[in-house]
């Protein structure tokens, strides 16, 4: 059943630890303990809590002499984060398990993060059933609420605790019962798309996986933005196709989908050939029509679906995330190319569509002209709406040229 890492606090949690592992070895696995609690544990482990802290450059002594729980917990937070890829790394482990309330979860999930795609990973928490974006990240932790706290054993937290040890057994002792993936491996390439950019990216990705490529799309939500900009920094990509750069609205105007700060760096910082637009940069997004703002009311408004309402950008929107787009591409150190679709950037900024504005886009389109002033970075216009087969062709063409060169 290979080995499973147990990591946590075996000083407050030590009972319901305990109950996990002798599951786990009773479905036959192995496991390695990992103390990550500040004070001494209920039972040995096998990695202590002081060899946590000196991964991160800590002393548990003297945190422990000055009492500073707080600091503790910083130390060996971080202290999980260094030393359980690197025991991961030497082959110590095949999947990991940890419990915990919101603490227990800050502590655990941070070095879950850190460990590569696929590697089972598994959290019972009682944070598990809000918002997990935090402890998730852009990993695949898999999160089990924990649905009464985690503190002490009773006829609930037993099932769930059997539950969560069957699981991550099941995934590290049943992988070889599936048959080998045979089918030969082809280059990867990165693509993002949004709902109202779906028509280019489906041709574009029949055309690329034609050429013999396979393409990943990732859904510009924020999450599907900062998780590409993740694994094209992990390597995975030769290509990259960030036609849907529409993330950067939400970003500069405060909508509800932004990726961050460091959006559009990643393929520039590994060197990663790439072609871009601007797909979507017509739209803000918000949840359902009354969780708008109030001083965005009286703005141009489109229902997207019952859960999503969109604000076109306006003229000097769009020259704010156009000069965030300069900065970030004018950084490039080998060739890349900037396709703009001079008839709409979505299917909905099109002649009779609801957000169809050629000024706002003119103005996007000279923020990037002017600003964009690295020779490596090479502008092509096209008299056609992001959607249309030409634009998509074109951009998937032009994306093999650079990654052939």
């Not at 303990?33 to 040995?44: K, L, M, N, Q, R």
């Not at 910083?74 to 110590?92: F, H, N, R, T, W």
């Amino acid at each position: 059943m290979g080995t499973i890492a147990v990591a946590g606090t075996f000083d407050t949690k030590g009972r319901e630890y305990q109950f996990i592992i002798d599951q786990l070895h009773a479905l036959g696995a192995e496991t390695l303990t990992i103390h990550a609690g500040v004070f001494d544990p209920i039972f040995e482990p096998d990695v202590s809590n002081k060899e946590v802290a000196a991964a991160a450059g800590y002393d548990l002594d003297e945190i422990a002499a000055k009492r500073d729980r707080a600091l503790g917990t910083e130390a060996l937070s971080k202290g999980m984060e260094a030393i359980v890829p690197k025991l991961y790394a030497e082959g110590k482990f095949d999947g990991i398990l940890a419990l915990g309330g919101s603490g227990g979860t800050s502590l655990a999930t941070p070095a879950m993060r850190a460990l590569p795609v696929g590697v089972p990973k598994v959290m019972v928490s009682t944070m598990a059933s809000g918002n997990v974006e935090q402890y998730v990240g852009t990993s695949d932790v898999i999160m089990i609420p924990s649905i009464v706290d985690v503190a002490g054993l009773n006829s609930i937290s037993k099932t769930l605790f059997r539950n969560a040890a069957l699981a991550v057994a099941g995934m590290v002792g049943l992988k070889n019962q599936l048959p080998e993936e045979t089918e030969e491996a082809k280059p990867l390439v990165a693509a993002t798309m949004f709902g109202v950019t779906t028509p280019c990216i489906n041709r574009a990705q029949a055309y690329l996986e034609e050429q013999g490529y396979e393409v990943l799309v990732f859904h510009a939500t924020g999450t599907g933005g900062r998780t590409m900009e993740s694994l094209i920094d992990s390597g995975y990509f030769k290509g990259v196709l960030d036609l849907t750069t529409t993330e950067w609205c939400d970003e500069v105007v405060g909508g509800v989908l932004a990726a961050g700060e460091h959006r559009c760096e990643a393929a520039i910082r590994q060197n990663v050939p790439q072609v871009v637009s601007v797909g979507a940069l017509d739209m803000v997004n918000f949840g359902p029509r009354d969780t708008v703002p109030e001083e965005f009311l009286g703005r141009n408004l489109y229902q997207h679906n019952p859960t999503v309402t969109l604000m076109r950008t306006t003229a000097e929107e769009n020259r704010a995330i156009g000069e965030r787009l300069v900065s970030k591409w004018n950084e490039t150190k080998r060739k890349m190319t900037v396709l703009l679709p001079k008839k709409g950037v979505s299917m909905i900024d099109a002649e009779g569509q609801a957000f169809y504005g050629p000024e706002e886009d003119a103005v996007l389109f000279d923020t990037l002209r002017q600003g964009l002033t690295n020779p490596l970075v090479e502008i092509v216009e096209m008299d056609n709406n992001i959607n249309d087969e030409a634009f998509a062709v074109a951009a998937a063409k032009r994306l093999i040229e650079l990654m052939e060169e």
